[in-house]
Nanobody, 123 residues
Framework: QVQLVESGGGLVQAGGSLRLSCTAS????????MGWFRQAPGKEREFVAA????????YYADSVKGRFWISRDNAKNTVYLQMNSLKPEDTAVYYC????????????????WGQGTQVTVSL
């Protein structure tokens, strides 16, 4: 099991940027593909982005392609989500996720979740 702690959420105006961070502890970080999900009020949790253990492969939901970038620093046991050109529809609780499987299939193989961080985008 790996423990995940997110940070970096907040309130931002539409068109602005935020960077989320997720720091892992408890297990060897490089053994895990990492990802981000989000859940808006009244909606199901949805996949946002994933990154392989090496950082060499990344995957994005169509709704965030070209605006969000996922990266990781294995020396710091941290994964990031850089969010640019934010829209009100990006408002959600963002969750960090870890998987021992492949990043390409992370949506279906999450083993550990963070507690979530709120992102609110205003007009």
């Amino acid at each position: 099991q790996v423990q995940l702690v997110e940070s970096g959420g907040g309130l931002v105006q539409a068109g602005g940027s935020l960077r989320l961070s997720c720091t892992a502890s408890g297990r060897t970080f490089i053994n895990y593909a990492m990802g981000w999900f989000r859940q808006a009020p009244g909606k199901e949790r949805e996949f946002v982005a994933a990154i392989s253990w090496s950082g060499g492969s990344t995957y994005y939901a169509d709704s965030v392609k070209g605006r969000f970038w996922i990266s990781r620093d294995n020396a710091k046991n941290t994964v990031y989500l850089q969010m640019n050109s934010l829209k009100p529809e990006d408002t959600a609780v963002y969750y960090c996720a870890a998987s021992r499987g492949e990043a390409a299939s992370l949506e279906w193989s999450v083993s550990d979740w963070g507690q979530g961080t709120q992102v609110t985008v205003s007009l």
